[in-house]
């Protein structure tokens, strides 16, 4: 699986300066084929498959490119794809919460196991004490 973020409809359509229908049309006709569908964003799209489906992400227009010429020697930073890092951002909140989750019902599981083991360790007890009244004395 491909460390690359993966993009709502909307956020795709952002990055590549298209459309949303667009975004939808290209899902559709299968040029986005890891495109799935989250029961809370939608649908969401691999950064890759905009790439191979020969989309451009955040590519600057020739009026931005002629409004900030490159001094010599120093080459412009390429502003980071916007879109992008928020839907990783959304992505690492979301397996933040999941792991938050999954840490929670560890402990709550660890905890009930632990008084199992407790009232079982009670028990034994009992039953030892038990054998032993019935026990002949020698």
Do not use: K
């Amino acid at each position: 699986m491909s460390s690359r973020p993966m993009l709502t409809q909307r956020e795709a359509a952002t990055a590549c300066g298209v459309s949303r229908t667009t975004i939808r049309r290209r899902r559709e006709a299968g040029d986005l084929p890891n495109a799935v569908q989250d029961t809370a964003r939608g649908w969401l799209i691999p950064v890759d498959d905009l790439l191979a489906a020969g989309l451009r992400l955040h590519v600057p227009s020739p009026a931005d490119a002629e409004a900030s010429p490159e001094p010599e020697g120093h080459p412009v930073a390429v502003e980071p794809c916007t879109a992008a890092l928020r839907a990783e951002l959304e992505h690492l909140r979301h397996a933040h919460a999941l792991a938050l989750a999954e840490a929670q019902h560890l402990r709550e599981q660890l905890a009930v196991r632990q008084e199992q083991l407790v009232a079982r360790g009670e028990h034994i007890a009992d039953l030892r004490r038990t054998l032993a009244a019935l026990m002949p004395v020698s």
